[in-house]
């Protein structure tokens, strides 16, 4: 039998089969799809869910502790004047002290729970308000945005606090002259939230760079609640911390 004779055949032999190799690899690729937008929408719901619980406790706890708080105050500074006694206006005057200051921590545990900032349209305006809460003793805090994609509000939410601690400890560790904090799509399907330090990279902070990768397990853990990816690296010698944001759900 000849070569060209055989050609036929084979060709009606493994044309069904790459079809139906095609077939399932399309179909999978189909199911995939649906599953991660099905996940996605599960995650928006749950987060909607947890966004409204927070901010009832939020809400209870400014409502009616607050307000427990400033009537408690306000009774025991009838007090202190009404108290002739020294002993008694000096431990008076300490309790309302301590009132005071633990009402302050109360208005922290609330804005931790329910922050303002989660209220603001748009991501500019959420790092804007995040880089006035800072102040660089050596320096200026810069915000530049390249990109005009709008993160998700449990993604803001998770992003803000990780860039909180990575602007602290840089303030507190590193001492930089200036802090840059730039947002850009960098590959496809991927944003990248860079903290550049300012001025040129030194071996010390390199090492100091490491071990404080090294202990933050808390800023890894919380980066995962929205697949991302954080990592440490030096470009044109300036130290970036980087989070890598996907943009697909």
Same mark, same amino acid.
């Given at each position: 039998?000849?070569?060209?004779?055989?050609?036929?055949?084979?060709?009606?032999?493994?044309?069904?089969?790459?079809?139906?190799?095609?077939?399932?690899?399309?179909?999978?690729?189909?199911?995939?799809?649906?599953?991660?937008?099905?996940?996605?929408?599960?995650?928006?719901?749950?987060?909607?869910?947890?966004?409204?619980?927070?901010?009832?406790?939020?809400?209870?706890?400014?409502?009616?502790?607050?307000?427990?708080?400033?009537?408690?105050?306000?009774?025991?500074?009838?007090?202190?004047?009404?108290?002739?006694?020294?002993?008694?206006?000096?431990?008076?005057?300490?309790?309302?002290?301590?009132?005071?200051?633990?009402?302050?921590?109360?208005?922290?545990?609330?804005?931790?729970?329910?922050?303002?900032?989660?209220?603001?349209?748009?991501?500019?305006?959420?790092?804007?308000?995040?880089?006035?809460?800072?102040?660089?003793?050596?320096?200026?805090?810069?915000?530049?945005?390249? &990109?005009?994609? !709008?993160?998700? /509000?449990?993604? %803001?939410?998770? @992003? #803000?606090?990780?860039?909180?601690?990575?602007?602290? +400890?840089?303030?507190?560790?590193?001492?930089?002259?200036?802090?840059?904090?730039?947002?850009?799509?960098?590959?496809?399907?991927?944003?990248?939230?860079?903290?550049?330090?300012?001025?040129?990279?030194?071996?010390?902070?390199?090492?100091?760079?490491?071990?404080?990768?090294?202990?933050?397990? &808390?800023?890894? !853990?919380?980066? /995962?609640?929205? %697949?991302?990816? @954080? #990592?440490?690296?030096?470009?044109?010698?300036?130290? +970036?911390?980087?989070?890598?944001?996907?943009?697909?759900?």
């Amino acid at each position: 039998m000849s070569a060209d004779s055989l050609q036929l055949p084979v060709f009606y032999l493994l044309f069904p089969t790459a079809l139906l190799v095609a077939g399932v690899w399309i179909a999978l690729a189909l199911f995939w799809r649906r599953h991660l937008r099905l996940m996605h929408r599960h995650r928006t719901a749950e987060w909607l869910r947890m966004d409204r619980e927070r901010k009832r406790i939020a809400d209870d706890l400014h409502d009616f502790v607050g307000a427990k708080m400033i009537q408690l105050k306000h009774d025991l500074e009838e007090l202190e004047m009404a108290t002739a006694a020294a002993v008694w206006h000096e431990q008076l005057h300490q309790t309302r002290e301590e009132v005071d200051a633990f009402h302050e921590d109360l208005r922290g545990v609330v804005e931790a729970i329910a922050p303002k900032w989660m209220d603001f349209d748009s991501w500019d305006h959420q790092m804007e308000h995040l880089v006035g809460e800072f102040n660089l003793p050596t320096g200026t805090i810069r915000w530049e945005n390249e &990109s005009r994609v !709008e993160l998700p /509000k449990d993604v %803001r939410y998770h @992003l #803000h606090w990780c860039l909180r601690e990575l602007i602290a +400890n840089a303030i507190q560790h590193s001492r930089p002259q200036g802090l840059t904090i730039l947002m850009a799509e960098e590959r496809f399907q991927w944003m990248a939230l860079r903290l550049i330090y300012e001025p040129t990279f030194s071996a010390q902070s390199e090492r100091e760079g490491k071990r404080m990768g090294r202990g933050q397990f &808390s800023l890894q !853990e919380r980066v /995962k609640q929205f %697949r991302g990816k @954080l #990592h440490f690296e030096v470009v044109d010698g300036l130290r +970036n911390d980087v989070i890598e944001i996907p943009l697909v759900p």
